[in-house]
């Protein structure tokens, strides 16, 4: 529209998060807490360096590994993602769980539960049934505690996007109603069209809003 521009508001390492959050492990809630880059923490951790001497494709081997502890990623997956052996894969994927406990013990509990139960849920209780945790294929068994794993945190991340979706309606029809609109919801982030002279300020209400929806 005319006069106005785009606001780009996305949530910072949602997903991670949330896996601090629910698996209340203290060195990942510690990082958050301290601001630090969150990649480079963990590729500090798993190949025993500082992390200021952690290089830029060191920091990104580290991310992969975050995101693929998220997907329940076995050695053989990461090695593959990494195109590393599986016994490196395997050793940064133990590396990985000796520092960050409170992550492990929540992986295994779930699975437990999720073979227990037959469904997991996301914090705000979406639910999803797991098909094959009780399969004779191995294969199956594994593709269905990979999903235990992760749906709770893909699922978390769906429902507080879902909230702050209807959060920012609500704003925006009380406060800014025909000066800015929802554009598109994009993974975990939401685009705005906002009048140009008010963009400063709506971003300010939308990070105010979607910092205190949960």
């Known amino acids: 529209r005319k006069g106005f521009v785009f606001v780009g ?21 510690e990082d958050f807490v301290d601001g630090l880059d969150i990649h480079k923490a963990t590729a ?59 992550v492990e013990e929540y992986i295994r509990s779930l699975e437990k539960e999720a073979y227990k139960r037959g469904y997991v849920q996301s914090i705000l209780g979406t639910t999803r049934f797991i098909q094959g945790l ?42 800014f109603k025909g000066k800015a609109y929802i554009l598109l919801q994009i993974h975990d982030e939401l685009i705005f069209e906002v009048k140009e002279d008010l963009s400063e300020t709506f971003a300010l209400r939308a990070k105010e809003t979607m910092e205190e929806i949960i």
């Open 44 to 102: 500090s951790r798993i190949m025993g360096k500082e992390m200021e001497d952690v290089t830029k494709e060191e920091r990104s081997l580290g991310k992969t590994v975050n995101f693929g502890i998220l997907f329940g990623q076995t050695a053989y997956g990461l090695s593959s993602m990494l195109g590393i052996d599986v016994e490196k894969a395997s050793e940064y994927i133990q590396s990985y769980f000796s520092h960050y406990l409170g």
């Open 134 to 175: 009780k399969s004779r294929n191995i294969r199956m068994i594994k593709a269905a505690q990979r999903e235990a794993v992760n749906m709770p945190i893909q699922g978390s991340e769906a429902d507080i996007m879902k909230l702050a979706m209807i959060s920012m309606d609500e704003t925006i029809e009380e406060e």
């Open 9 to 29: 508001m996305d949530y910072s390492q949602i997903e991670l998060r949330i896996m601090a959050d629910i698996s209340q492990d203290n060195l990942l809630i």
